[in-house]
């Protein structure tokens, strides 16, 4: 048994990733491992990925970028964003910690993958380690690969949360044949099982959509007051886009009866505390219960 993990009630196990680093916790630190190390190798001065205002990923490539001596660029969706004064939360730390901003139209941002659209991004500003959106490659699948180690093996589930699929897939490339993953997506539809299957050969995985309560960023008084009660029960820090949904998920399903009465399960907390901030500043313009 891993001792660092953190147990619940209803045989649920939680391996606190986001203890991991203080800045780029979790499954960042993870997927960044590999990118860094192959930036480095190949020389490369500067770092450059996309993300949304509030983006987890953005923050931490700008502190790693910073920490292993990278500048760093954003690519920010929100053309509108570059007018405001005073920057969210999350934007004015990745400021902090050196990263320039390119704020683009939110169609423009839907090319991001495109062959002209990344040169006119090294015209702009030379030559980039580029990192897509959310950090997802097979670098940072490999880097995932690492969160499960033989000492997991015992566990009968594994869940996590879904972005953009990189963690569930270095989960299911690294999992014993015994354990079922499971991936709770943040976003809405299922279109990631097509992202994820590009990264893994085993079947003894599924995507459980019911728990992303509207959409990516969207949540609702009930989800807050999960948060609210987890943290202050366990004492155990829950962030409202990825991890908070998880847990309400894991532990709705077992309130249905969907695991074994004796299943032991084990949650990868994927870090993301860092929207808490950025979240509250909403729900307090909606005076709406904030996230304690």
């Not at 001792?3 to 939680?14: M, R």
Request: net charge neutral; proline share 3%.
């Amino acid at each position: 048994m891993d001792k660092n993990l953190i147990l619940t009630d209803n045989h649920v196990f939680i391996k606190p990733e986001y203890l991991s680093h203080p800045y780029v916790s979790g499954n960042k630190l993870r997927k960044l491992k590999y990118n860094l190390l192959d930036a480095k190798k190949q020389g490369e001065k500067t770092l450059l990925t996309f993300g949304g205002a509030f983006s987890n990923h953005i923050a931490a490539v700008a502190h790693a970028g910073q920490e292993n001596g990278f500048q760093t660029i954003g690519v920010i969706r929100g053309e509108e964003l570059k007018n405001f004064k005073t920057l969210n939360p999350t934007l004015s730390f990745s400021k902090t910690c050196g990263m320039r901003f390119k704020f683009v139209s939110r169609a423009q941002f839907r090319t991001k993958t495109s062959l002209s659209f990344i040169e006119e991004l090294e015209q702009e500003f030379g030559d980039f380690f580029l990192i897509p959106e959310g950090g997802t490659n097979n670098l940072a699948v490999k880097g995932c690969e690492e969160i499960l180690t033989e000492v997991h093996e015992e566990f009968d589930y594994v869940c996590c949360p879904v972005g953009t699929g990189g963690t569930i897939s270095g989960l299911i490339n690294s999992s014993h044949p015994s354990q079922k993953i499971i991936g709770f997506p943040a976003l809405k539809g299922d279109f990631l099982r097509e992202e994820i299957a590009k990264f893994v050969t085993k079947t003894n995985w599924d995507l459980i959509t019911d728990y992303h309560f509207g959409g990516y960023a969207k949540i609702n008084e009930d989800l807050i007051h999960f948060i609210n009660e987890f943290k202050k029960t366990y004492d155990v820090p829950l962030d409202p886009i990825y991890t908070g949904k998880m847990m309400y998920g894991i532990y709705d399903l077992i309130s249905k009866g969907y695991f074994e009465k004796d299943a032991k399960i084990l949650a990868i907390h994927t870090g993301g505390l860092q929207g808490i901030e950025g979240m509250n500043a909403k729900l307090k313009q909606q005076n709406k219960p904030l996230i304690v």
